[in-house]
């Protein structure tokens, strides 16, 4: 994987107030004592390669890829903090879970902060799942199945808790593929070995937000798309994006 700086941040959207990049999986947001030896930084990498200081608003987990928002003045950095703390930015995600999950569902779990004192009171957290496809392999994962079962995802956070996402799908028994906190680990190997690759798969797809110069809904998607039958005939996958394309288009998803 290529150090900071080694590589420009694929961008996705540029005006005179904000940016909008691609975050590859692996990188932090930006430096913390918590992965001390950490090198790779979203906002030392993107101020160099604009050449401007940029304001973080939000932030994504390490192993998360996909669409990050950073304002470009004090100005719409306050008016994106402040649409993301009143819950107005739509956020969807995509991710691969273990199992067939429920067509949908809404999750209504509290979550109190990791981080946090063991008496530390819970914080209301809610997530919609949607099931948008799954899949079933002859090879068996775990010797009490005679295959494999797992299911792409759409899950939507109406509130920003910290790891929402993972914690929600734990809470229903789909952990994310990939998921070394909050998952399985012998399934995780597995989907490993199976893929070539170990990482985890949640996908940060769309931003919808209210734009900071004159609040219009700005829509900001990472460019995969699914279904990916729905893909031109001679469509070139941009190399951020062909973990995640080969995923859904080398698998045999039933939608």
């Given at each position: 994987m290529a150090q900071a700086g080694a590589l420009p941040l694929p961008l996705l959207w540029r005006d005179e107030?904000?940016?909008?990049?691609y975050k590859p999986a692996g990188w932090l947001v930006h430096r913390t004592g918590l992965d001390a030896g950490e090198t790779r930084f979203v906002l030392q990498t993107l101020r160099d390669q604009l050449g401007q200081h940029v304001f973080p608003v939000h932030r994504l987990d390490k192993g998360?890829?996909?669409v990050l928002v950073m304002a470009l003045h004090p100005r719409a950095a306050r008016s994106l903090a402040d649409a993301f703390a009143a819950q107005a930015v739509r956020k969807r995600y995509l991710a691969l879970v273990r199992g067939w999950a429920p067509t949908r569902t809404d999750v209504d779990h509290a979550l109190r902060p990791e981080d946090a004192a063991q008496g530390a009171?819970?914080?209301p957290a809610r997530t919609h799942l949607a099931r948008l496809a799954q899949l079933e392999l002859p090879e068996a994962s775990d010797a009490r199945f005679a295959g494999t079962r797992a299911s792409l995802v759409l899950a939507e956070p109406a509130t920003g808790r910290r790891h929402q996402i993972r914690r929600h799908l734990k809470h229903i028994a789909h952990p994310i593929i990939g998921d070394a906190t909050h998952g399985k680990g012998p399934l995780n190997r597995w989907w490993a070995a199976r893929l070539?690759?170990?990482r985890l798969?949640?996908?940060?797809w769309?931003?919808?937000l209210p734009h900071p110069a004159d609040g219009r809904a700005l829509v900001l998607d990472s460019g995969l798309r699914w279904p990916a039958a729905d893909l031109a005939p001679g469509h070139e996958t941009p190399e951020y994006l062909r973990d995640w394309q080969a995923l859904l288009q080398g698998l045999p998803w039933q939608q």
């Open positions: 107030h904000l940016v909008a990049v998360t890829c996909g009171a819970a914080q070539g690759r170990t798969w949640l996908h940060a769309q931003l919808t």
